[in-house]
Every structure is written in C-alpha cells, then in structure tokens.
C-alpha cells in the first residue's frame, strides 16, 4: 500500500518565521504536487514537480522534489498570515489516469 | 482552469436515507474523481468516473454503497447510500486532464448525518 507522510501534522508559528514541510514515501511517484487547502474549499494547486532533484520556486515557497522522486519538502520564508492552511503533498500513480494519493497533510497556523 | 460546482454544499441527513452529491463542470474533461475527506485531515479517493462505463473504485470502497454516474464529459454525480453517521464527511469531486496535471477540486460537499 502506498503511503506518503508528512511532517509535522500541526505547526503554529508567528508571522515572519520560517518553516519546511517534509513529506516521505517508500513507493516512487512519477511526480509530486502541492496542494494548500482553506476551510470550506478544495484544494488548490501550488506546485507539480516531475523530475528528481527538481526545485521550484513561487515567491515565498520552495518546493523540492528528493533525486529518488519518493519524497518532497516544501519550505517557505517569512511567513504570512495568509499562508496559514492545510497543506496537501500528492503523488501521481496509475500511469495516464492520473490518480493520486494524498499525503496526510499539515495544518499551518500563522499567528500576526 | 476547470470551474467545478458542486451542489448541495452541505447537508444533515438522517441514517438510513440516501444522498446524490452533483458535479459540473464548464468544459470537457478527461478525468473526475470522488473523493472523501474528514475535517482538518488528508483525501481519500473513493473511486475514478468513467464516462460511459462503471466508476473504478478503491480498495475499501463499493458500488452499492457508493454508486456513481457519468453521463458525459462535464457532469458526475456521487450517491451515499443507507447513510451512518460514520458517513459523516466532507466530499469532494475533482477534475484532471492526463498524466502528472494537476487536479482542480470542487468546495466539497459537507456532509452530516444524525
């Protein structure tokens, strides 16, 4: 059974600090996203990394994806209230049907 | 991007009755999927909509108790059926064109039963 852990589960921290997110699996994925999900709405895609060793940035957030593609990191600077969220890392399985499995998640509180 | 409508956007049911959670979409897609999730915690795929044909289930997950329609490209519907408040959960239905593309999610269907 594929599974992908994140760590941590919850992180509380004050705006301006800094914080990684790590999500790890035994099973190689043929990419990885990242998703960030508010209250009473889906997830919505941050990033899809697709080659070993990939790094990507989007303003404040660094993504990584691990050279072996079974793991992920998402780092972000200087937080902002407006990150604060559900983070979702989600590998891509099942050839061209696209499905994917959903890491475990971590709940991000950015306090001002 | 795809936009999704999911309807109802919540609701409260009473055990043993039944409930039709409808998906649109305002293109063509490839791929839907269903999804459950609990509040605060990660996705569970509860099965892939085929157009056309029987919905691909997950392990874990039944046609009887969750039976699903795709008449076309830009429309499925999902039906929890004989409701337990272990039902209880958020739904959501999503959207995806290929290998590696990203998935576009509906708000989800909160849903509650007593």
């Known amino acids: 059974t594929q599974l992908l852990e994140q760590s941590p589960q919850f992180l509380s921290i004050q705006e301006g600090e800094n914080l990684t997110v790590y999500c790890n699996s035994s099973?190689?994925?043929?990419?990885l996203q990242w998703y960030r999900q508010e209250p009473g709405e889906g997830p919505v895609l941050l990033v899809t990394?697709?080659?070993?060793?990939e790094v990507k940035k989007l303003k404040r957030l660094t993504f990584q994806f691990g050279d072996a593609r079974k793991d992920s990191s998402l780092h972000i600077t200087a937080a902002q209230p407006g990150d604060t969220g559900l983070y979702l890392c989600?590998?891509?399985?099942?050839?061209?049907?696209?499905?994917?499995?959903f890491g475990t998640g971590t709940l991000l509180a950015v306090q001002p | 991007s795809a936009v999704i409508s999911q309807k109802p956007s919540r609701d409260i049911c009473q055990r043993g009755t039944s409930l039709t959670i409808q998906c649109q979409v305002d293109s063509q897609v490839t791929m839907m999927f269903w999804y459950r999730q609990q509040p605060g915690q990660s996705l569970t795929l509860i099965a892939t909509?085929?157009?056309?044909?029987?919905?691909?289930?997950e392990s874990g997950f039944v046609i009887d108790k969750f039976p699903i329609s795709r008449p076309n490209l830009t429309f499925s519907t999902l039906t929890v059926s004989n409701m337990s408040p272990e039902d209880s959960s958020i739904y959501l239905c999503?959207?995806?064109?290929?290998?590696?593309?990203?998935?576009?999610f509906g708000d989800g269907t909160r849903l509650s039963i007593l």
């Open positions: 099973s190689v994925f043929s990419s």
């Open positions: 990394v697709v080659t070993g060793g």
């Open positions: 989600a590998g891509a399985y099942g050839g061209a049907t696209n499905k994917l499995i």
């Open positions: 999503s959207v995806g064109q290929g290998l590696n593309q990203p998935q576009h």
């Open positions: 909509a085929n157009q056309g044909s029987e919905a691909t289930y």
